[in-house]
């Protein structure tokens, strides 16, 4: 059974960081792409950004180029999700996503695993 488990959200300062892990269980973790997604209330589920364990690259939406860092620890099954800068905006559930996917997309319509999120608020 495909289980992930998301955490390290909480409140934090704006302009502070954050580091989110998603640790994954019951699958071949290096076949598949991770991806990252937020939800605000009020809003859609967006993407973030994601990581094809296969070859290791990730990918990012452009709103968090430069400020947001996906990386994967292969040996311990987690990926990572480094937040820096963060503004009031970027208060949402976050939530980690997995599938085995021939290309690697941040549309969660693509995913069929998800963890149960985590919340991250950002004060002004």
């Known amino acids: 059974e495909v289980q992930l488990q998301a955490s390290g959200g909480g409140l934090v300062q704006a302009g502070g960081s954050l580091r989110l892990s998603c640790a994954a269980s019951g699958f071949t973790f290096d076949n598949y792409v991770i991806a990252w997604f937020r939800q605000a209330p009020g809003k859609e589920r967006e993407g973030v950004a994601c990581?094809?364990?296969?070859?290791?690259?990730?990918y990012y939406m452009e709103s968090y180029k430069g400020r947001f860092t996906s990386s994967s620890d292969n040996a311990k099954n987690t990926v990572y999700l480094q937040m820096n800068s963060l503004e009031p905006e970027d208060t949402a559930v976050y939530y980690c996503?997995?599938?085995?996917?021939?290309?690697?997309?941040?549309?969660?319509?693509?995913?069929?695993?998800w963890g149960q999120g985590t919340q991250v608020t950002v004060s002004s």
């Open positions: 990581i094809n364990n296969r070859d290791g690259k990730t």
């Open positions: 996503a997995a599938d085995q996917l021939s290309v690697a997309v941040i549309l969660p319509q693509f995913y069929d695993h």
